[in-house]
């Protein structure tokens, strides 16, 4: 997948994230949301100004808008979830327990 798709899906994760219609979006960065479409399809890139008003109103950085690489694989998410627990509080350990095994049953 090419960069600009790439992106454009980046920013409509994000924009559902926070449950955001592309209507709502393009008012919120001042643009059409017809606009907000064709960035998220990859058919259209922008200016430096709408980039930062994207990453306003989806209260991130902009650096996090070409955050492409964030869904990790099985093993590094492993790792990551053993680093956290390890990291925990006793009381944080026991809430996670019982997340887990919500999740899991």
């Not at 994230?17 to 059409?32: F, H, R, S």
Request: charged share 30%; glycine share 6%.
């Amino acid at each position: 997948m090419n960069n600009l798709k790439l992106f454009g899906k980046r920013i409509k994760e994000l924009r559902k994230n926070k449950k955001l219609t592309q209507e709502q979006l393009g008012e919120l960065v001042g643009i059409d949301f017809k606009q907000i479409g064709n960035i998220e399809t990859g058919t259209y890139f922008t200016t430096m100004p709408t980039l930062e008003k994207i990453a306003k109103a989806l209260d991130v950085e902009i650096f996090e808008l070409f955050n492409f690489n964030h869904n990790n694989s099985r093993e590094i998410l492993i790792e990551n979830i053993i680093k956290m627990v390890k990291e925990a509080s006793d009381d944080d350990l026991k809430i996670i327990y019982r997340i887990i095994g919500d999740i899991l049953k």
